[in-house]
């Protein structure tokens, strides 16, 4: 694993994660600096009913503003986007957010995997994938097509996830660029494009 | 996955053949839906793929029932049919008849709710619901009112956090792994194909529903959408669009009034 995490030209980070994954987001978000010329966008698998509450949780956490996506929202830099249970994600070659109720993927809308790969066909190297915990398989064929499209592949260190499962499966099957734990994953967020 | 310039060609063919336009469809899930068709039919060749397309009329309709987005519910959103229970229906209900619009239909699941609510409410003697949908083949399903079984302890958890208090299962016969609803509520609904993008306005309804059907259209066709629902619609009539979609961008404020967080909004003038 290379020393020097230095990523320039980054305008999309995108974050997968599900079972597990909010406590490593709420261990990260809260001391993020100002986002240096990109965007964060997040896919996490949960329960329709709880829609509101991770858009809420980060608002209090963490002083990087958050919008929650509706159809055609145009992605900026500088903010933090969560996607909606029950729609999958796409991303537009002007920028903006798209959203699709077609058939679950990897047992989930919204399906890190499809997200992940729309997101590079768009953003192609200038696009980070991060993915975190859970205890399912979706996101490693989306890691792939990020490293594939030229962009940066993180995983979090299965030994700092609650559910190991994930990262372990993305691990043994993508190749990522960085394994770390939560607190390296915030000083690489905090460098990008520095 | 295909090329962007593969999928524009394909639209441009089928625009040329067919005379239909996915032109104004958003790209991404487009580009998605018809990897999808072509990576299941076994296609290796663009090429190939394109010319069974021109060719055979049987495949081209085959393709479009496989690039359009059927996925549906009953009792989507339970918190949506619970404003419509509370507030909307009892201000519908003041009118001697009910038309009603359901918008892209898809299997009907949606129609059946709505019928269902009706029925609760006292309203569905007095009601029509046309049901139209671009997919003829999902049309059949919708009339059939069959849909299956496995689906219905999901539906019937939604029908409650929807506010329905009565048996679930007394709307629907169960027969071999199929739920068949009761004929009572679809002998008030009408079926028929209907193409948002190049149809004209047919009726004039109390309410309009299409929920899920605009995310799939660029903004300058959700527009023509919209004003096609806006010229249907009654002063004082109801449309519902679906939970992340808007008609803001499309027509002038002060026209239409929202339903606090929901996705309705009333025609006020
Ligand atoms: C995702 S389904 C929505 C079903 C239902 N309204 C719901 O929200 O559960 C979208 C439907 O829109 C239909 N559709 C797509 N393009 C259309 C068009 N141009 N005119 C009419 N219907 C269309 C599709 O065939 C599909 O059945």
Redesign the interface.
């Known amino acids: 694993m290379e020393e020097n995490k230095i990523i320039v030209n980054c305008k999309v980070v995108i974050i997968g994660g599900s079972a597990g994954s909010l406590n490593a987001l709420m261990q990260i978000l809260p001391s993020l600096n100002k986002l240096n010329n990109f965007a964060i966008v997040i896919v996490v698998h949960r329960k329709s009913t709880d829609d509101q509450t991770l858009e809420e949780l980060i608002t209090l956490k963490s002083s990087i503003p958050v919008k929650a996506i509706e159809d055609k929202t145009i992605l900026k830099s500088g903010f933090v986007y969560v996607a909606p249970s029950n729609y999958h994600l796409l991303f537009e070659k002007d920028d903006t957010l798209a959203l699709d109720t077609s058939e679950k993927i990897n047992y989930s809308r919204p399906s890190i995997d499809v997200s992940f790969e729309s997101a590079a066909e768009v953003y192609t190297d200038s696009l980070v994938g991060i993915l975190f915990s859970g205890s399912n398989t979706d996101g490693t064929q989306g890691l792939k097509a990020i490293k594939a499209a030229g962009g940066t592949i993180v995983v979090q260190n299965p030994l700092s996830a609650d559910m190991p499962f994930m990262p372990n499966n993305a691990i043994l099957f993508s190749s990522p660029d960085y394994v770390l734990n939560n607190k390296e994953i915030l000083d690489l967020l905090n460098s990008i494009n520095t | 996955?295909i090329e962007d310039i593969e999928l524009e060609t394909l639209i441009n063919e089928v625009y040329e053949y067919y005379g239909f336009d996915f032109g104004s469809y958003?790209?991404?899930?487009l580009k998605?839906?018809v990897y999808r068709v072509y990576q299941l039919d076994g296609f290796t060749h663009f090429h190939d793929f394109l010319s069974k397309v021109r060719t055979d009329p049987e495949y081209y309709k085959r393709m479009v029932d496989e690039i359009t987005?059927n996925?549906?519910e009953m009792f989507r959103d339970p918190s949506f049919y619970n404003i419509l229970r509370k507030e909307i229906l009892p201000l519908l209900g003041t009118k001697p008849f009910i038309r009603l619009w359901h918008a892209g239909c898809s299997t009907g699941e949606e129609v059946y709710s709505m019928a269902i609510m009706l029925k609760e409410a006292g309203l569905l003697h007095k009601s029509l619901i046309y049901a139209t949908d671009i997919n003829a083949t999902v049309l059949e399903t919708a009339k059939k009112g069959i849909f299956p079984l496995k689906m219905m302890k999901e539906y019937s958890q939604n029908y409650r956090d929807a506010g329905g208090q009565e048996d679930f299962s007394r709307y629907y016969t169960a027969n071999y792994g199929i739920a068949k609803f009761n004929d009572e509520l679809s002998q008030k609904m009408v079926y028929s194909q209907h193409n948002l993008v190049s149809d004209t306005s047919f009726n004039e309804f109390d309410m309009i529903l299409c929920r899920?059907v605009?995310?799939?259209f660029d903004?300058e066709l959700q527009k023509r959408v919209i004003n096609l629902f806006d010229e249907s619609l009654a002063v004082l009539g109801f449309l519902a669009l679906?939970?992340?979609?808007?008609i803001k961008y499309s027509i002038s404020p002060g026209k239409y009034k929202q339903y606090e967080k929901e996705k309705i909004w009333r025609k006020i003038k």
């Open positions: 996955m958003s790209r991404a899930s998605r839906r987005v996925v549906t899920n605009l995310i799939y903004n679906g939970t992340k979609e808007t």
